[in-house]
């Protein structure tokens, strides 16, 4: 497996390009947050070192430690002692991935996801790896996103609730938040959709057109992301590892299922998105012919005018020329023949003038 630098960690969309890219420095500060699982249901607790952890590892049901950002090598190492995780392991957990993945571990279990950032630009995605064994739940991100403060937050508002269930119950609740994410992902790209059809009925044009192609772009890219999750989710509904319990795989097929349904909306906006290209070139053709129709008016009602200005500009003796009133009786007949043909159009339907 190919290791990646520090900074594809976090991958937004770049126009210029069409294509996502790292945007993120080669170290962040790092940040530290653990969480512990009782019969009070989640409760945050602050980080001191792995021997409190290690006790509060046997005083509760569960603990979950949250890392962002660039850690040390020294806090790598107390981690891998803690855990007893080999080279591999730790590997794994240190690094971005390009997809999700799943590996399988006769002490514990990893997973990497990749976790679309909602903003009003949705059009970022970032790796957040996971490592779950007796006990203890590991996640890694490599911003400072914060991917699983709601998450946390509405956990421990649940109270006792969310008690007294084991650490795979608490590595589900977290998955549902990156499906999660992926709705709201949906919900914002659905809006944009049907702002960007309002724009093309109204006026297409290159903006509309790059809109369409952009659009289209990040719905594959996010498309080609959210599909691994659900090879992700069969694999460890498939594993036989006993860190995972009968109700945690329960709960694994409930977001395998979320996971399907997701696929199916993007699979329905990535159709919208191409009906949208049908939407723009009728669009076109429309003003087209609009276009078309306006100028074929014009050199109509031109015609008869030109006409009568060709008879009388020839060359020969014409007995109108040399009346006295001709030249006004000339242009009346020319504004009354092209008023005539533009009223004889306009009751036809021909133009809306």
């Given amino acids: 497996m190919k290791e990646l630098s520090f900074s594809q960690g976090r991958l937004a969309f770049d126009p210029a390009k069409l294509q996502m890219m790292p945007v993120?420095?080669?170290?962040?500060?790092?940040?530290?947050k653990s969480f512990v699982m009782n019969s009070s249901g989640l409760e945050e607790r602050g980080f001191i070192d792995f021997d409190l952890l290690e006790v509060q590892r046997k005083t509760?049901?569960?603990?979950?430690?949250?890392l962002s950002g660039t850690l040390g090598e020294e806090f790598w190492q107390h981690l891998a002692k803690f855990l007893d995780l080999s080279d591999e392991q730790l590997k794994l957990m240190r690094g971005p991935h390009a997809q999700a993945l799943f590996e399988d571990f006769k002490n514990g279990m990893f997973w990497s996801l990749m976790r679309p950032s909602v903003t009003d630009r949705a059009d970022a995605v970032e790796t957040v790896n996971f490592f779950m064994t007796e006990k203890v739940l590991i996640t890694r991100?490599?911003?400072?996103?914060?991917?699983?403060?709601?998450?946390?937050?509405?956990?421990?508002?649940?109270?006792e609730l969310f008690s007294n269930v084991e650490v795979d119950a608490l590595a589900a609740a977290l998955i549902e938040d990156v499906i999660e994410s992926y709705v709201d992902l949906l919900k914002l790209g659905g809006a944009q959709l049907e702002e960007l059809?309002?724009?093309?009925?109204?006026?297409?044009?290159?903006?509309?057109?790059?809109m369409i192609n952009r659009a289209q772009q990040l719905i594959w890219i996010f498309l080609n992301h959210i599909w691994p999750v659900?090879?992700?989710l069969k694999a460890m509904q498939r594993t036989r590892n006993p860190i995972l319990s009968t109700h945690g795989r329960l709960l694994i097929a409930y977001r395998q299922d979320e996971t399907e349904a997701v696929i199916r909306l993007f699979e329905t906006?990535?159709?919208?998105?191409?009906?949208?290209?049908?939407v723009y070139v009728s669009g076109l053709s429309l003003r087209t012919n609009e276009t078309t129709t306006i100028l074929t008016v014009i050199a109509t009602m031109i015609l008869?005018?030109?006409?009568?200005?060709?008879?009388?500009?020839?060359?020969?003796?014409i007995p109108e020329v040399h009346a006295p009133l001709g030249y006004y009786i000339c242009l009346a007949g020319m504004f009354l023949v092209s008023g005539g043909l533009l009223l004889w159009l306009k009751r036809k339907g021909y133009v809306s003038i």
């Fill in 24 to 32: 993120l420095p080669d170290s962040v500060e790092f940040r530290i």
């Fill in 60 to 66: 509760n049901d569960a603990v979950w430690l949250h």
């Fill in 141 to 159: 991100q490599f911003s400072h996103d914060q991917a699983f403060s709601l998450a946390s937050h509405r956990l421990m508002e649940k109270g």
């Fill in 197 to 210: 059809q309002n724009k093309i009925i109204h006026n297409p044009g290159k903006e509309e057109l790059y």
């Fill in 230 to 232: 659900e090879t992700v």
């Fill in 269 to 278: 906006y990535r159709a919208m998105s191409y009906n949208l290209m049908d």
């Fill in 304 to 317: 008869p005018p030109s006409l009568i200005a060709a008879i009388y500009g020839m060359n020969f003796f």
